[in-house]
Nanobody
Framework: QVHLQESGPGLVKPSQTLSLTCSVS??????????WIWIRQPPGKGLEWIGD????????????LKSRASISRDTSTNDTSKNQFTLQMSSVTPEDIGVYYC??????????WGQGTQVTVSS
């Protein structure tokens, strides 16, 4: 059974860096079939793809966020407690407020989501 859980601070000050972690069970983070994704939903708006990462470490980002977003995962250990991937977003502003989701796509037909975590940007 695939399970994803986001974690991180719910409140970030403007200009600081947001760091979120997605803890995964049921699929190894090194799986070559997996596309690990971060998505967000600003209040009153639709879902926004932030970026993703694949097994070989290649990443892709939303063009408007590319200069500030960084997605990574730790494949240096066999410790299953480290089966996770992270999102860092620098220089946050109130426009970064929203619910942040991690997700994984397994092939063309399977996709699993975390429950989401609220992020607020305020001093």
């Amino acid at each position: 059974q695939v399970h994803l859980q986001e974690s991180g601070p719910g409140l970030v000050k403007p200009s600081q860096t947001l760091s979120l972690t997605c803890s995964v069970s049921g699929v190894p983070i090194t799986s070559t079939y997996a596309l690990w994704i971060w998505i967000r939903q600003p209040p009153g708006k639709g879902l926004e793809w932030i970026g993703d990462i694949v097994a070989n470490g290649n990443t892709a980002y939303r063009p408007s966020l590319k200069s500030r977003a960084s997605i990574s995962r730790d494949t240096s250990t066999n410790d299953t407690s480290k089966n996770q991937f992270t999102l860092q977003m620098s220089s946050v502003t109130p426009e970064d407020i929203g619910v942040y989701y991690c997700a994984v796509a397994l092939g063309d037909y399977e996709m699993y989501w975390g429950q989401g975590t609220q992020v607020t940007v305020s001093s």
